[in-house]
C-alpha cells in the first residue's frame, strides 16, 4: 500500500442548526483515487472543504504525510499541498488562461511592479503541456468550455505543487467525451503519485476510475471500501440506509381521475430534454433526483419564468401558452421557489403585506388606497388557519422561524386562488416539528382538490408524501414509480441513472 | 448514443464578447461624426477648430482614465469632479497663499488628489460601503473642503506667471511654429500612455482587472484584495489631482465652485469607449476615444448653432446608446 497523504479523524462540524459532521474519518493515499458518495446532504462537501480550509473544523484531527496539521485557510491547505477544485469554479473569466493560473503569484520583471507576460505564458504552457493539453495560454478563460475550465483549475491547484487534489462534482457539467479527457487526465496524476478525493453523485463513474469509496450519511461516516469489491447496489443501500426517520408515513387520500396539469414534451436546451407528465386534481406528485437533476429547471418552465424551446403545457385540458410568471398565476399555477428569501418573501416587510402581496389588486379602493381593513382580515384569516406563530401581523418576515416563513409563503398563494401549487424543496432549513406541520398543511392541500407538484432532495420525504414519484437524471424523467412501489433503493437507482443508461435500457425494451 | 453539446459556440461567442467591438464601435462613431460635421459646415475642420477640441477634451480625458481603472474593478467613483476642484484649489492655496516653490505646490496639488482617493479606498475595500455612496459621500466632503481652503474665493496664480504655460503653453508650437497645440494636451497623451502602460503591463492592472472578473476567486488565490483595491482608488484620485493642477494652469486659477458634473462626463467617456460598468474590461484608448466622441459632438453641435440645451440632449442620448449597446452585447452572450 501506497503512503497515506492525509488521515482525518474524528472531525466535528456544526452550522447554525445543523450538525454537519460527526465523527467523521477519512483516509488518502498517493496515487489512488478515493470516491466520496452519498446523498444530498450527507457532509460530503463540507468534510472536503474543511481539509481545504474553506470551513474550519471544530474538533478532530487532519494529519498530512504524518504531521498533524492546522488548515484555517485555502493558503494554508495550499501549502500543504492541498487544493480543491469547487463545482463552481472559481476563475476569472476575463483574464487569459496563464493570468488565472498564476494569480497572485505573478513573475515580476523589472523594479518589482511589471509583469513578465512571456513568462507567465510559458511557465503555463509547461505547466499544461504535462498534462497533456492543447490549450493557449494566452486564450481567455471566458471563451473556454466548461470542461477546459476545470483543467485550467486543475493546472492551478497542481502549479503549487498539490500532492492533494479534491474535485467536487467533477462531471456534473461534461459531456461524456469530456469526462473521458478529465479521467485520462485524473489517471495520469495518479500514476504520478497524487492523491484525489473524487466526490460524485454518479455512482457507475466510481466503478471507472475509483480505487476505494467512502459512504457518508446524513453527516456520518459509514464505510471505506475498495472498489473492486462491492456492487453499485451495495453503495446504494449504504447511501439511504437508514431507517426512515419519523413515524408511519401519512398516504394522503386517493387523488381524483380529473388532470389538472399536462406537460408534453418540455425542451429547454441541456437542462430540460423531453419532459412530459400528467398531474391530477387532488394530487400529490413528488419530484425525485439528485441536485442538478432538472427539477427545479422544469418547475420554473412551467411557471414561465425561464423561456422553453419547445413542448406544450395543458391546464385543465385546455392548452395554455405561458410566457411569464404572470401568465402562469392567471392560469393558477403558483411556484414556491426553494430560496424563499430570494425569491418567495419581501424579507423586510410585514406577514400583513407578504401575504397580499400577489393579490394587492384585489384590495384598491376606487382611488388606488389600499383597503386595509380588508387586507388585515385576509392576512389574518390565513394566519389562523396555517397556524402561522407570529405575535402580530405587523412582525417582520424575517424576525420569523423558517417554517413560519415557508406558511406564509403558501399563504400568500391560497389568498391568489391558485389551484396547482409547485412546492420546491418546501421543508429545505425547516426544522423537524415544521416539517411535519407542512407535511399536514400539504395533505390539506390536496385533499381540498388543489394538485401538487412537490420537489424534494429527501427521499424519506418524497416517500412518505408522493401519491406518485416522478424520478429525474440529467434533465430527463428517467422513472416513475407509484407510492406504493417507491424505496428509497429504486429512487436512487433511476436518479443515477446516466443517459447512456436510458438509452441501453430503451433500445433493449424496443428490441 | 447520442452528442451532446453544451459548450457554447466559440467563435460567435468571442465575436461579441471580445472587448474590441465596442472600442471599434466608438472609434467608427468618432470618425462618421468627424466626417458629417466636416460635410455640415466648413468650419469645423481647420486647423483651430481642431486644437480647441483637443484642448476641450483634456481636463474630461485625464479624469475618464482614472476612472477607468475604478471601473474596470466594477466599481464606480462619483468624487473626481469635485476632487480635481480639491486639487486645484489647494494647488492654489500652496502656490500663491503659502508661496511654497511651484514644483512642490504642483506636486501638493497632485497628492490631494491621490490622498482624496485612498480616503475613497479606504472606506470602500475596509469599512465595506459600497462605491457608490462613499464616493458621493467624498463628492460632498472634496467640494466643501474646496469652499472652506478657498475662502469661497477664486484663487488667482498671479505670481507665477510661468504656472500658465504648463498648461496653455506650446513646446509643439516652439517646435512647429504653425501648430500651436497647447501642452495640457501633451499632458493627456502622456497620462494616456502612462495609465495605458500601468493597465496592462503592471500587477496593479492585472488585479485591477482579476477584481472586476471575479474578485472572490481573486481573494481566494491569495491575492491581497482589500489592499489592490485602495491603490486603484488612490490612482484615480491622483489622476483627478492632475486634472485639477491642469484645469488651474489653463484658467491661471483655481475656481472653488466649479466641478460637480465633471465626474459624469468622464463617465460617460469611459463607458462610450467599451469599458464595461459590470467590471472586468476595458481599454485605456477606449476611454480615450469615448472622450473625443463627448467633445467633437460637443463642438461640432455647437457650430452647427444647435442651442447648448439639445447639445446636452444629444450627450445624454449618446450615453444611453453606448450603454444599451454594451448589455445588448452581453445579453448576445449570455
Redesign the interface.
Known amino acids: 500500500m501506497n503512503e497515506i497523504l492525509v488521515a482525518m479523524s474524528g472531525i466535528e462540524k456544526t452550522f447554525p442548526g445543523v450538525h454537519a459532521l460527526t465523527q467523521c474519518h477519512f483516509e488518502l493515499r498517493a496515487g489512488e483515487v478515493h470516491a466520496l458518495v452519498g446523498e444530498n446532504g450527507a457532509g460530503k462537501s463540507t468534510m472536503m472543504k474543511v481539509l481545504a480550509g474553506v470551513y474550519p473544523k471544530d474538533a478532530g484531527s487532519i494529519v498530512v504525510q504524518g504531521k498533524e496539521v492546522e488548515i484555517n485557510s485555502?493558503?494554508a491547505a495550499?501549502l500543504n499541498g492541498i487544493s480543491m477544485i469547487h463545482q463552481e469554479l472559481?476563475?476569472?473569466?476575463?483574464?487569459t488562461i496563464a493570468?488565472n493560473i498564476f494569480?497572485?503569484?505573478?513573475p515580476?520583471a523589472a523594479f518589482g511592479?511589471?509583469?513578465d507576460?512571456q513568462l507567465i505564458n510559458e511557465n503555463a504552457r509547461r505547466l499544461l503541456d504535462t498534462l497533456h493539453l492543447k490549450l493557449d495560454p494566452r486564450a481567455?478563460v471566458?471563451?473556454?468550455?466548461?470542461?477546459k475550465q476545470q483543467m485550467v483549475e486543475i493546472a492551478k491547484a497542481l502549479s503549487y505543487n498539490a500532492r492533494v487534489l479534491i474535485m467536487d462534482e467533477p462531471t456534473a457539467?461534461?459531456?461524456?467525451t469530456e469526462i473521458n479527457d478529465l479521467f485520462n487526465v485524473i489517471r495520469r496524476l495518479r500514476e504520478q503519485g497524487v492523491g484525489i478525493v473524487h466526490i460524485s453523485h454518479r455512482l457507475e463513474e466510481l466503478k471507472q476510475i475509483s480505487n476505494r469509496i467512502t459512504v457518508m450519511r446524513d453527516g456520518h461516516f459509514v464505510d471505506t471500501v475498495n472498489t473492486a469489491d462491492v456492487t453499485l447496489d451495495q453503495i446504494i443501500s449504504m447511501m439511504v440506509g437508514r431507517t426512515i426517520f419519523e413515524a408511519t408515513p401519512e398516504l394522503p387520500e386517493h387523488p381524483s381521475e380529473q388532470i389538472a396539469l399536462e406537460v408534453r414534451h418540455l425542451k429547454r436546451g441541456?437542462t430540460i430534454k423531453d419532459v412530459s407528465f400528467v398531474l391530477r386534481k387532488g394530487e400529490i406528485l413528488g419530484f425525485s433526483g439528485l441536485v442538478g437533476a432538472g427539477r427545479t429547471e422544469v418547475a420554473r418552465a412551467i411557471f414561465g419564468a425561464d423561456r422553453i424551446d419547445s413542448g406544450e403545457i395543458y391546464v385543465k385540458g385546455k392548452q395554455v401558452q405561458i410566457g411569464s410568471p404572470s401568465d402562469a398565476v392567471k392560469q393558477g399555477i403558483a411556484y414556491l421557489s426553494e430560496d424563499r428569501k430570494r425569491y418567495g418573501l419581501a424579507i423586510g416587510m410585514d406577514v400583513e403585506t407578504n401575504m397580499v402581496l400577489a393579490t394587492y389588486l384585489r384590495f384598491l379602493g376606487p382611488l388606488g388606497w389600499v383597503k386595509t381593513n380588508q387586507t388585515r382580515t385576509t392576512a389574518q384569516t390565513y394566519v389562523d388557519k396555517l397556524s402561522i406563530k407570529t405575535p402580530n401581523l405587523q412582525r417582520k418576515a424575517k424576525n420569523l422561524s423558517g417554517g413560519n416563513q415557508q406558511k406564509i409563503v403558501i399563504g400568500k398563494w391560497l389568498t391568489a386562488d391558485t389551484d396547482i401549487l409547485i412546492f420546491d424543496e418546501p421543508t429545505r432549513g425547516i426544522d423537524v416539528g415544521a416539517k411535519s406541520e407542512i407535511y399536514k398543511l400539504l395533505n390539506d392541500l390536496a385533499a381540498q382538490g388543489k394538485a401538487i407538484i412537490m420537489i424534494s432532495s429527501e427521499l424519506p420525504e418524497v416517500l412518505r408524501m408522493s401519491h406518485r414519484i416522478i424520478v429525474m437524471c440529467e434533465g430527463r424523467i428517467t422513472g416513475e414509480l407509484t407510492s406504493t412501489e417507491a424505496t428509497q433503493e429504486k429512487i436512487m437507482k433511476y436518479a443515477t441513472q446516466r443517459?447512456?443508461l436510458v438509452?441501453t435500457d430503451t433500445d433493449t425494451a424496443a428490441v | 448514443m447520442q452528442v451532446e453539446a453544451t459548450s457554447r459556440p466559440p467563435l460567435l461567442r468571442s465575436l461579441v464578447s471580445s472587448d474590441s467591438t465596442q472600442r471599434l464601435l466608438a472609434f467608427a462613431g468618432l470618425i462618421i461624426l468627424i466626417i458629417v460635421f466636416s460635410l455640415a459646415s466648413p468650419n469645423f475642420a481647420t486647423q483651430q477648430n481642431a486644437v480647441g477640441i483637443l484642448l476641450a477634451t483634456t481636463i474630461n480625458g485625464i479624469l475618464a482614465l482614472g476612472v477607468t481603472f475604478v471601473i474596470i474593478t466594477g466599481g464606480i467613483d462619483l468624487s473626481i469632479g469635485t476632487v480635481m476642484t480639491f486639487s486645484a484649489v489647494m494647488t492654489g492655496v500652496f502656490i500663491t497663499n503659502w508661496h511654497w516653490p511651484l514644483l512642490i505646490g504642483v506636486l501638493g496639488g497632485l497628492a490631494s488628489g491621490a490622498l482624496a482617493g485612498l480616503v475613497n479606498g479606504i472606506v470602500i475595500a475596509k469599512l465595506k460601503v459600497p462605491p457608490f455612496i462613499a464616493t458621493l459621500g467624498v463628492l460632498y466632503v472634496a467640494k466643501g473642503l474646496s469652499l472652506i481652503f478657498s475662502d469661497l474665493h477664486p484663487i488667482y496664480f498671479t505670481d507665477t506667471p510661468i504656472f500658465r504655460t504648463f498648461a496653455m503653453g506650446s513646446v509643439v508650437g516652439a517646435v512647429l511654429p504653425n501648430v500651436n497645440i497647447p501642452n495640457a494636451v501633451l499632458v493627456l497623451f502622456a497620462a494616456a500612455i502612462v495609465a495605458s502602460f500601468i493597465l496592462t503591463r503592471t500587477i496593479l492592472g492585472r488585479y485591477t482587472f482579476a477584481l472586476g472578473s471575479n474578485e472572490e476567486a481573486t481573494r481566494l488565490s491569495g491575492v491581497n484584495v482589500d489592499a489592490w483595491k485602495i491603490g486603484i482608488y488612490t490612482l484615480c484620485g491622483l489622476f483627478a489631482g492632475l486634472g485639477g493642477v491642469v484645469l488651474a494652469a489653463r484658467l491661471n486659477s483655481a475656481q472653488p465652485a466649479l466641478g460637480q458634473g465633471y465626474e459624469l462626463d468622464a463617465i460617460a467617456a469611459v463607458v462610450i469607449g467599451g469599458t464595461s460598468l459590470a467590471g472586468g474590461e476595458g481599454t485605456i484608448i477606449g476611454t480615450i476615444i469615448g472622450a473625443f466622441v463627448l467633445s467633437v459632438l460637443t463642438n461640432g453641435l455647437r457650430i452647427l448653432s444647435v442651442p447648448q440645451e439639445w447639445q446636452t440632449v444629444v450627450t445624454g442620448v449618446i450615453v444611453i446608446l453606448a450603454v444599451y449597446l454594451d448589455i445588448a452585447r452581453r445579453r448576445a452572450v449570455r
Open positions: 485555502p493558503r495550499q472559481n476563475l476569472m473569466g476575463h483574464l493570468q494569480i497572485g503569484r505573478e515580476r511592479f511589471m509583469l507576460e481567455k471566458a471563451g473556454l468550455t466548461i470542461a457539467a461534461l459531456t461524456d441541456q443517459s447512456a438509452a
